[in-house]
């Protein structure tokens, strides 16, 4: 019975020590850099999939031409960002729109976004 009791408490000792680990490597963040693609000034949203529940990092955040911002996401289980961006143009004239998925990110990745098509509205 003793045998049994140290084999469980160190199975459960280990199994915390994971617990840890991963919610220690869940709170860290990554920094990357929002580039706008284009020279029109854009308005953009950018999601972090890896954060539970996935949200955004960036809502409707203004990116002049050629500019860019820093964004934090957090990185997934192997280290690496994962985010959903929608941009769109902010004149009236020429609306354009853009959005795309990026796996893969690393610490102080650039992401390019643009807005290179036309825009689709909801019913």
Not at 21 to 34: E, Q
Not at 45 to 66: H, K, S, W
Not at 98 to 110: C, K, P, S, V
Request: hydrophobic share 40%.
């Amino acid at each position: 019975m003793i045998a049994y009791g140290n084999k469980f408490m160190r199975i459960l000792g280990l199994a915390l020590v994971l617990l840890a680990t991963r919610d220690a490597f869940g709170d860290d963040t990554m920094n990357i850099r929002v580039y706008n693609d284009t020279g029109d000034e854009i308005v953009v949203t950018v999601y972090d999939m890896n954060a539970r529940p996935p949200g955004p990092v960036l809502e409707r955040q203004t990116i002049d031409g050629f500019a860019w911002i820093p964004a934090l996401v957090t990185p997934g289980l192997e280290g690496d960002g994962h985010v959903r961006w929608s941009a769109e143009t902010t004149g009236t004239s020429f609306h354009r729109c853009g959005h795309a998925e990026r796996r893969r990110l690393f610490n102080d990745a650039m992401l390019h976004v643009f807005t290179d098509s036309d825009c689709v509205r909801g019913h």
